[in-house]
């Protein structure tokens, strides 16, 4: 059993950056890909970023590439994700999520947080 806790969201105007961090419990906390999606409002749950169990892997989508970057501290059961050059388009409400495989789909992932709201303005 995993639990996870994002933070870091808020308002941050066009071109800022933001940084979320998910906070994780459990001994296994480790073995589990992680991973970062969002959901506008009105919109479907989309993948965003995700990373294998020790960092040596990572994948993203095509529109954050270059501006998202997900890391991890398995010492300290976090997953964070830097977004810089934010855009209007970006804003949603985040959500972290572990499971034992890297999907871009929502199915497949067995824990999620709570999400934290990101707002870009223009």
């Known amino acids: 059993q995993v639990q996870l806790v994002e933070s870091g969201g808020g308002l941050v105007q066009a071109g800022g950056s933001l940084s979320l961090s998910c906070a994780g419990s459990?001994?296994?906390?480790?073995?589990?890909?992680m991973a970062w999606f969002r959901q506008a409002s009105g919109k479907e749950h989309e993948f965003v970023a995700a990373?294998?169990?020790?960092?040596?892997?990572?994948h993203y989508r095509n529109s954050v590439k270059g501006r998202f970057t997900i890391s991890r501290d398995n010492a300290k059961n976090t997953v964070y994700l830097q977004m810089s050059s934010l855009k209007p388009e970006d804003t949603a409400v985040y959500y972290c999520a572990a499971g034992p495989h890297m999907y871009t789909t929502r199915p497949g992932w067995d824990y999620w947080g709570q999400g934290t709201q990101v707002t870009v303005s223009s």
């Open positions: 459990g001994r296994t906390f480790s073995s589990y890909f």
């Open positions: 990373i294998n169990w020790n960092g040596g892997s990572t």
